[in-house]
């Protein structure tokens, strides 16, 4: 499967931001989809996940209640809404996959396990 994300840019703090992040070459409804982001000189970390189903999410606990990840299997799909953007939340975000027969779980919050990565983009919060 392949992965392309869109939606950065430039905002400042306090105000949102959608990232969209788009699948082809095969259906999303097999797949723990999450994001990660990477700030330079950082590496990359974890910031959400959602099950193959929707049905349930996992969030680093600098984004709760921030941030909400949902998908759309249907459009082969995945959002990351993200409000009350931070200087800190500055980064280059990547959406990822990793195939699971689980349809409730949201998995690892490793980048090594997911297996499939889109090609990023940037976001950048200016204070």
């Known amino acids: 499967v392949q992965l392309q994300a869109s939606g950065g840019g430039l905002v400042q703090a306090g105000n949102s931001l959608r990232l969209s992040c788009a699948a082809s070459g095969g259906p999303l409804q097999s797949f723990i989809m999450g994001w990660f982001r990477q700030a330079p000189g950082k590496e990359r970390e974890f910031v959400a996940a959602?099950?193959?189903?929707?049905?349930?999410?996992d969030y680093a606990d600098f984004v709760k209640g921030r941030f909400t990840i949902s998908r759309d299997n249907a459009k082969n799909t995945v959002d990351l809404q993200m409000n009350s953007l931070k200087p800190e939340d500055t980064g280059v975000y990547y959406c990822?996959?990793?195939?699971?027969?689980?349809?409730?779980?949201?998995?690892?919050?490793?980048?090594?396990?997911?297996?499939?990565w889109g090609q990023g983009t940037q976001v950048t919060v200016s204070s």
């Open positions: 990822a996959a990793v195939r699971t027969a689980s349809t409730y779980t949201t998995g690892t919050r490793l980048p090594s396990q997911y297996g499939f």
């Open positions: 959602v099950s193959r189903n929707g049905a349930r999410n």
